[in-house]
């Protein structure tokens, strides 16, 4: 069975970076119509994930309600309630900014384009052919797992 695909509405923005993070296909309009959000639901076959409880009845079994407040919160109710499984979609392989999905970059092409630092001590390299940025082992998106296991590992103490 392939992941699920996603797509958030104007008030999960943060969430959205989340499951990308996680691997995960999710689309983030911001400031969107809630017909367009169903839309996208309904064609592209996506869960609509929403605060809004009107919006979640109306994408029927396609939407997801969230109702916790702050993102840490959200991510492990979106996690529960959808049964996420944080590997299933491969983690750092989506853009967080664009989610375009990364491809492996080789390092003598980004002398200059990383911190002097980053290119000296380290070899593998992955980058977004969408908006170019470029992501590595410790970067951002990769401290942002870390913590999403450490939030899973103690959700029952949140
Ligand atoms: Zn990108």
């Not at 499951?19 to 064609?43: H, I, N, S, V």
């Not at 991510?75 to 999905?101: F, H, I, Y």
């Not at 380290?122 to 908006?131: I, L, N, S, V």
Request: charged share 25%; aromatic share 6%; with cysteine.
């Amino acid at each position: 069975m392939s992941p699920p695909r996603f797509v958030v509405d104007t008030m999960l923005g943060r969430l959205a970076r989340w499951l990308r993070a996680m691997g995960y296909d999710t689309l983030y309009l911001g400031p969107a119509d809630d017909r367009r959000l169903l839309q996208l639901a309904e064609t592209e076959n996506r869960i609509l994930l929403t605060r809004d409880a009107k919006l979640a009845r109306l994408a029927a079994s396609r939407g997801c309600l969230i109702r916790a407040d702050g993102v840490d919160h959200q991510l492990v109710e979106a996690v529960e309630k959808l049964s996420l499984v944080p590997r299933e979609a491969g983690w750092l392989s989506r853009c967080l900014e664009c989610n375009t999905v990364l491809e492996p970059r080789p390092k003598e092409l980004l002398s200059g384009l990383v911190p002097e630092y980053i290119f000296a001590t380290h070899t593998e390299f992955m980058g977004c052919p969408g908006c170019r940025k470029v992501y590595w082992a410790g970067s951002h998106a990769d401290r942002m797992l870390t913590r999403l296991s450490r939030l899973l590992d103690r959700k029952g103490s949140l």
